[in-house]
Structures are given as C-alpha cells and as structure tokens.
C-alpha cells in the first residue's frame, strides 16, 4: 500500500524565483493538504484540496498556490520566493473533505537562497 | 486567538524512566485533539485522536489523555527507539471549516 509520496525531496531556489512541489496521496484517499514546517516548528496549515477545489486556507498569502487533478494529486506553487519560505513542505491525504487522521509525506526541503 | 502549547520544549529521559508531556490549548470550537510522532527528516506520524474531556487511548508505552483545558502524553517505561518530537495538534472548527493547529512539539530525547 503506497503512502503520501511527495517530490523532489530537497530543493533549492533564489529569492524571486517559483517553484512547484508535488504530491500523491494515500491509495483511497481523495483530499490533500499542504503545511509549512519551518525548523523547530509545528506544521501550519496551507490549504487544502478535495473535488478538484480549494476547500479551505490557512494564514497564507496569495502567491501560495495549488491544483488538485482528477487522480488526487496535487501540486504546490510558490511565486516570488522570499527567505523566509525556506522550509520544510509537506503533504497529508485523507478522506472526505475531513482533516481526522491525516497521512504525512515525508516533505519537500526548500531552500531559498 | 487558537494557541495549542506544548511543554517542555525538550526532555532527556534514562531508558525506562516514565514521564509526560503537555498541551495546552485555547482554542474555540474544538472537534478534537490529536498526537502526532514525527522523526527526523521524515513527516509526523499519526498516533491518537481524543474528542472529549476523561477520554484516554493507549498504545504500547504511550498513554494519551484529555481534560478540557489540556492534554497529556504519558510514556511508560520509555525506549530508545521512542526518541522523536512529539506533536499535537487542535482540529478547530470556524465558519463551516475545519483546521488543524500544531504545537511546536517536544523533543523526546531517551538515552539507554
């Protein structure tokens, strides 16, 4: 049974830049959601993705993007990268729309230079 | 404004020395509390959801358990294996949404 796999495992980007992170959920699962960890932090809480739709957001501007495609996967957009977006990015799935018991994707570490 | 905290930040256990962990929380609307486990370089780990205040879940050497105020993550007899930061989390509900807030975790150091 293949977890939340997420991709590319590290990466380094300069201020300005975009970049793009990818997920694929939990088999049976149809809802992911993006956090931000940044170190010696707890996740927060991005959005999150069910239907193709952005169900919900977090405390996050604008140039934090994302899509949901019709097999789940999603995809994370960051435009106009600043320093502090260095951190580590990470996926969860669930089912339903819900936020119970999340899966975890071991993260994307983005660097910004 | 929600706040989940957790206490303390760090703690250094001999193997086999029982303790716990705490959060906080303040938070309106609250639809449930969950423990997560995350391991260095890796995502957290789901381990237990409480809904409501006297509920308690077990699982091997950890005990979870919930008042209306606070959560504890007790660790009995602890191993070295059981070293990671130990997460919680607030799932609140707010005009038709649903979130989760993390605390800041505790660092579980257990040393043999």
């Known amino acids: 049974d293949a977890g939340v796999t997420q991709s590319p495992t590290h990466l380094i980007k300069t201020r300005g830049q975009q970049v793009t992170l990818r997920c694929s959920p939990k088999s049976g699962h149809d809802t992911v959601s993006w956090y931000q960890q940044a170190l010696g932090q707890g996740p927060q809480f991005i959005f999150q993705?069910?239907?193709?739709?952005?169900?919900q957001r977090g405390n996050f501007p604008d140039r934090f993007s994302g899509h949901q495609f019709p097999n789940y996967s999603s995809e994370l957009n960051v435009n106009a990268l600043l320093l502090g977006d260095s951190a580590l990015y990470l996926c969860a799935s669930s089912l339903g729309g819900l936020n119970e018991k999340l899966f975890f994707g071991s993260g994307t570490q983005l660097s910004v230079l | 404004e929600d706040q989940v905290t957790q206490s303390p930040e760090a703690l250094r256990l001999q193997e086999g020395e029982s303790s716990s962990l705490n959060c906080s929380y303040t938070?309106?609307?609250?639809?449930?509390l969950f423990w997560y486990r995350q391991d260095p370089g890796k995502g957290p780990e789901f381990l237990f959801t409480l809904y409501s205040a006297g509920e308690e879940k077990e699982k091997e050497r950890l005990k979870a358990t919930l008042t209306k105020k606070e959560s504890f993550l007790h660790i009995t007899a602890p191993k070295p294996e059981d070293s990671a930061t130990y997460l919680c989390?607030?799932?609140?509900?707010?005009?038709?949404?649903?979130?989760?807030?993390f605390g800041k975790g505790t660092k579980l150091s257990v040393i043999p």
């Open positions: 989390a607030a799932l609140i509900s707010g005009a038709g949404s649903y979130q989760l807030t």
């Open positions: 993705y069910y239907e193709e739709e952005e169900r």
């Open positions: 938070v309106s609307g609250l639809r449930g």
